[in-house]
């Protein structure tokens, strides 16, 4: 009998150590997952356009200008048909310990075309039968410190954006229409930022980043800093002042840049202009910049939230000087942004928009001791900086893409000779956050013509359907045509040809998925 008890006490036990090992269990699964975050982007699209590189090479990873040094052209018959896929996962580990004190932030993408590349390490390939590519790219890694509610500072590889709104609690929409809407910078750079909200309406940011360090023992580094400073005028208006700063003593290799893609280089003379549609100094010396911004940004209910009217803009000076030994030249050039919005309808889907773009040229490149445009990162980097929240496909580019960025103007210098854009959007819910139809219509110009071509650049149309079953989660189709102007008669634009090419055109279907 006691026998029996001693059992009885023994299996109790147990039970009792296995309720609790099992609550346990379940703490502690709570616990990982308030400690782990996980973000998930994923894009399916297919593409038919009579766009292409000539160049094998590139196996149809065409990052930049159309008609530049990336060997794309538009073609007369037999269009490219394609699809591809990118995904990319943003974890986020916040130990407990700390309770929000220290935080790590993590971003990697993987992007391939499907049947292009297989048993091999390198990016946005691994669609091929039997795949097995490594792959995967280090977009973030950086440490988020948040000390107290009104100071945030990132210190690693992070994002930099020309936006003073904190990037990891910003949506998109905020961040490609307010600031500078990344048309000066938006890429990724190891350094530190710091977001500090002093006062309710005020707000301000800091940051220090180290475009290349090339040679660790020489003095040849490429080092970024900047400041931006925001403030509520009211519960609608708020504008801002923001100073950006470039040290560029990275010159090396007849003044191409020991740093950038490839063998390209980086800077304001490396072979990257021909990619990126930037202008290219005709330097073949090194050379030593300092080259600063200074600009002012403005919006009131940029994404209708708040009434039936918005709007958003900046006006920025790009000012510095380059010395080399033969040369001394003088930056100087203006840029302009305006969109206006109006909600007619239920939802913020049901707007037609406005939106105008002008940046300064120049007529003699550096031949004048002066440089009267705009630089932005895509002098230093592909992509550098990415204007895509314009409404257009092909006359300026579109965000939503895996391994082809390409468009007409891929930057807002249009290599020197300035631009003036404009565009004019229409979007509307015929089922209420279901089903959407929009159409954008824009053209652009060239303040300053090239040598054989003249100002005007072109005319595009699109139209687009966008279908929502589940909330995050869109099915959609959209058509663009672009008629090319005598902008592109110059061969120095067009790639070389003794004729204007033939006009640009696209269909899309996509897929896309916000998970989390």
């Not at 975050?37 to 593409?47: C, N, P, T």
């Not at 159309?66 to 130990?95: H, I, K």
């Not at 390490?121 to 995967?136: H, I, Q, T």
């Not at 705009?374 to 980097?381: D, E, Y």
């Given at each position: 009998m006691r026998n029996s008890k001693i059992i009885f006490s023994i299996l109790l036990l147990m039970a009792i150590g296995l309720i609790h090992a099992s609550e346990f269990k379940d703490e502690k699964e709570i616990r990982d997952r308030d400690e782990w975050q996980f973000i998930g982007y994923?894009?399916?699209?297919?593409?038919?356009?009579?766009?292409?590189?000539?160049?094998?090479?590139?196996?149809?990873?065409?990052?930049?200008?159309?008609?530049?040094?990336?060997?794309?052209?538009?073609?007369?018959?037999?269009?490219?048909?394609?699809?591809?896929?990118?995904?990319?996962?943003?974890?986020?580990?916040?130990?407990?310990?700390?309770?929000?004190?220290?935080?790590?932030?993590?971003?990697?993408?993987l992007d391939w075309t499907l049947g292009v590349g297989n048993y091999t390490s390198a990016g946005n390939l691994g669609g091929a039968f039997s795949a097995d590519v490594v792959n995967m790219q280090t977009q973030n890694l950086f440490m988020e410190f948040n000390p107290n509610i009104k100071l945030y500072v990132n210190a690693g590889l992070l994002r930099l954006y020309d936006n003073i709104r904190v990037p990891y609690y910003t949506g998109k929409d905020d961040l490609v229409n307010t600031g500078y809407r990344l048309a000066f910078w938006g890429s990724d750079a190891s350094?530190?930022?710091?977001?500090?909200?002093?006062?309710?309406?005020?707000?301000?940011?800091?940051?220090?980043?180290?475009?290349?360090?090339?040679?660790?023992?020489?003095?040849?580094?490429?080092?970024?800093?900047?400041?931006?400073?925001?403030?509520?005028?009211?519960?609608?208006?708020?504008?801002?002042?923001?100073?950006?700063?470039?040290?560029?003593?990275?010159?090396?290799?007849?003044?191409?840049?020991?740093?950038?893609?490839?063998?390209?280089?980086?800077?304001?003379?490396?072979?990257?202009?021909?990619?990126?549609?930037v202008v290219k100094f005709n330097l073949a010396e090194t050379y030593e910049a300092d080259i600063y911004w200074l600009g002012s940004h403005f919006h009131g209910n940029p994404l209708l939230h708040q009434g039936r009217f918005g709007y958003s803009g900046f006006v920025v000076n790009n000012r510095g000087k380059v010395e080399s030994e033969n040369h001394s030249i003088e930056v100087n050039g203006w840029a302009t942004n305006l969109r206006l919005a109006y909600k007619f309808g239920r939802t913020i889907h049901d707007y037609v928009s406005f939106d105008g773009m002008f940046t300064t040229g120049d007529t003699a490149n550096i031949s004048d001791g002066k440089y009267t445009g705009v630089l932005t990162g895509n002098n230093w980097g592909t992509p550098g900086a990415v204007w895509f929240?314009?409404?257009?496909?092909?006359?300026?580019?579109?965000?939503?893409?895996?391994?082809?960025?390409?468009?007409?103007?891929i930057d807002i210098q249009n290599l020197g000779y300035g631009l003036g854009v404009g565009s004019l959007k229409a979007s509307y819910d015929m089922i209420p956050w279901k089903l959407r139809a929009e159409s954008a219509i824009g053209t652009g110009i060239a303040p300053v013509a090239p040598v054989g071509g003249g100002n005007f650049m072109g005319f595009e149309a699109n139209i687009g359907v966008v279908y929502t079953p589940k909330v995050y989660f869109d099915l959609e189709l959209h058509a663009a045509y672009m008629s090319l102007g005598d902008f592109y008669d110059a061969t120095l634009v067009n790639g070389g040809l003794d004729e204007r090419p033939a006009n640009p055109w696209k269909i899309i279907a996509s897929l896309k998925w916000i998970m989390f």
């Amino acid at each position: 009998m006691r026998n029996s008890k001693i059992i009885f006490s023994i299996l109790l036990l147990m039970a009792i150590g296995l309720i609790h090992a099992s609550e346990f269990k379940d703490e502690k699964e709570i616990r990982d997952r308030d400690e782990w975050q996980f973000i998930g982007y994923y894009l399916f699209r297919g593409e038919t356009v009579n766009i292409a590189p000539e160049l094998e090479f590139y196996k149809g990873q065409v990052v930049g200008r159309l008609f530049g040094d990336n060997t794309s052209v538009t073609l007369d018959s037999d269009p490219s048909q394609f699809f591809e896929q990118r995904f990319l996962a943003m974890m986020t580990y916040s130990p407990r310990l700390f309770d929000g004190w220290a935080k790590m932030r993590m971003s990697f993408e993987l992007d391939w075309t499907l049947g292009v590349g297989n048993y091999t390490s390198a990016g946005n390939l691994g669609g091929a039968f039997s795949a097995d590519v490594v792959n995967m790219q280090t977009q973030n890694l950086f440490m988020e410190f948040n000390p107290n509610i009104k100071l945030y500072v990132n210190a690693g590889l992070l994002r930099l954006y020309d936006n003073i709104r904190v990037p990891y609690y910003t949506g998109k929409d905020d961040l490609v229409n307010t600031g500078y809407r990344l048309a000066f910078w938006g890429s990724d750079a190891s350094g530190v930022s710091a977001h500090y909200f002093f006062k309710s309406d005020q707000r301000v940011k800091a940051g220090w980043y180290k475009l290349y360090e090339n040679h660790i023992e020489q003095n040849d580094d490429v080092t970024l800093m900047e400041i931006d400073y925001e403030r509520d005028l009211d519960i609608f208006n708020s504008i801002g002042l923001s100073f950006w700063y470039l040290n560029d003593d990275g010159s090396s290799q007849a003044g191409n840049g020991e740093g950038g893609i490839s063998i390209l280089g980086q800077g304001l003379n490396s072979k990257l202009a021909g990619y990126n549609g930037v202008v290219k100094f005709n330097l073949a010396e090194t050379y030593e910049a300092d080259i600063y911004w200074l600009g002012s940004h403005f919006h009131g209910n940029p994404l209708l939230h708040q009434g039936r009217f918005g709007y958003s803009g900046f006006v920025v000076n790009n000012r510095g000087k380059v010395e080399s030994e033969n040369h001394s030249i003088e930056v100087n050039g203006w840029a302009t942004n305006l969109r206006l919005a109006y909600k007619f309808g239920r939802t913020i889907h049901d707007y037609v928009s406005f939106d105008g773009m002008f940046t300064t040229g120049d007529t003699a490149n550096i031949s004048d001791g002066k440089y009267t445009g705009v630089l932005t990162g895509n002098n230093w980097g592909t992509p550098g900086a990415v204007w895509f929240s314009h409404g257009l496909y092909l006359l300026l580019p579109h965000g939503d893409v895996v391994n082809r960025f390409i468009a007409a103007t891929i930057d807002i210098q249009n290599l020197g000779y300035g631009l003036g854009v404009g565009s004019l959007k229409a979007s509307y819910d015929m089922i209420p956050w279901k089903l959407r139809a929009e159409s954008a219509i824009g053209t652009g110009i060239a303040p300053v013509a090239p040598v054989g071509g003249g100002n005007f650049m072109g005319f595009e149309a699109n139209i687009g359907v966008v279908y929502t079953p589940k909330v995050y989660f869109d099915l959609e189709l959209h058509a663009a045509y672009m008629s090319l102007g005598d902008f592109y008669d110059a061969t120095l634009v067009n790639g070389g040809l003794d004729e204007r090419p033939a006009n640009p055109w696209k269909i899309i279907a996509s897929l896309k998925w916000i998970m989390f």
